[in-house]
């Protein structure tokens, strides 16, 4: 059967993929539409298995909230030249959308959670084939909040650091987002000083003991110095206690407070943290593009 060009094109809008991949998989199909769609779609998995590793430390960061639920996600792809591609950003879009919608419990269930004709690892694996990059799911976090109650929600740089917070006593998204800025600029690792595992406290606390010591401080006034310093280490990891970026010369405790809030919780993801990186120049990636 004669393979038109109009055949060729209705195959790239179904699927994304490339011209040539277009044309073989509907000669291998003899024409059929349909049965091509699922050769490119097995092709894809196996060119996503190829990737599989590769190390994705790009990526962006989503928020997406729906009434009293919302989602924050991180979405990997190798490169960052890939993440600005505006096909990735609606896949990102699409998977927050999904899981704001189904609420898994784990990636794991995450991708073989259902999606149109398949599973979002399905899905997943079909855009590898289309953008041309291994991507993955890494995490994310599906919270609740009451009808009193506000989400904040900041990406940062298009993304590069996605911001989800919670505050009780204030319907005010404004407010809510005031204080998950602060998280994007600050980093803090608590809300409060109560949530500072007693373990870590302790550790610190005997890390500037041994510190005052060795400064040659008299043992009686160490325990004053050390709590000093303590004071000095909350504010460093503890959200309430921190300086506001928008008015230092408050807390971010007094800030939230003086709105009749509390802050509930929060989750900031950037990415690529903790991740290992390919050490790669724009020149080099460029190249390795075009090799492929």
Known sequence: MAISASMVKE????????????????????????????YLREKGMAKAEKKADRIAAEGLASVVSEGNKAVIVEVNAETDF????????ALVQTIAKHLLATAPKNTEEALQSKMDDGTLEDYINSQIAKIGEK???????????????AFGTYLHMGGR????????????????????????????????REEVPEEEANREREVLKQQALN?????????????????????????????????????????????????????????????EKREENFADEVASQMKK
Not at 12 to 34: F, H, P, Q, S, V
Not at 135 to 149: C, G, H, M, Q, T
Request: proline letters at 1%.
């Open 82 to 89: 890939v993440a600005k591609n505006e096909n990735f950003q």
């Open 135 to 149: 991507i993955s799911l890494r995490r994310f976090e599906v919270v609740e909040k009451s009808d009193n109650a």
């Open 161 to 192: 650091i996605g911001v989800l917070t919670v505050l009780e006593g204030t319907t005010d998204e404004e407010v809510a987002k005031d204080v998950a800025m602060h998280v994007a600029a600050i980093n803090p690792k608590y809300v409060s």
């Open 215 to 275: 400064e040659g401080k008299p043992e009686k006034i160490v325990e004053k110095m050390v709590e000093g310093r303590m004071n000095k280490f909350f504010e460093q990891v503890c959200l309430l206690d921190q300086e506001f970026v928008k008015d230092s010369d408050q807390k971010v405790g007094k800030y939230v407070k003086s709105k009749g809030a509390s802050v509930k919780s929060f989750v900031r993801y950037e990415v690529g943290e903790g991740m």
């Open 11 to 38: 195959l790239r809008e179904k699927t994304g993929a490339g011209m040539m991949d277009c044309k073989k998989a509907l000669t291998e199909t003899n024409g059929d539409i349909e049965k091509a769609i699922d």
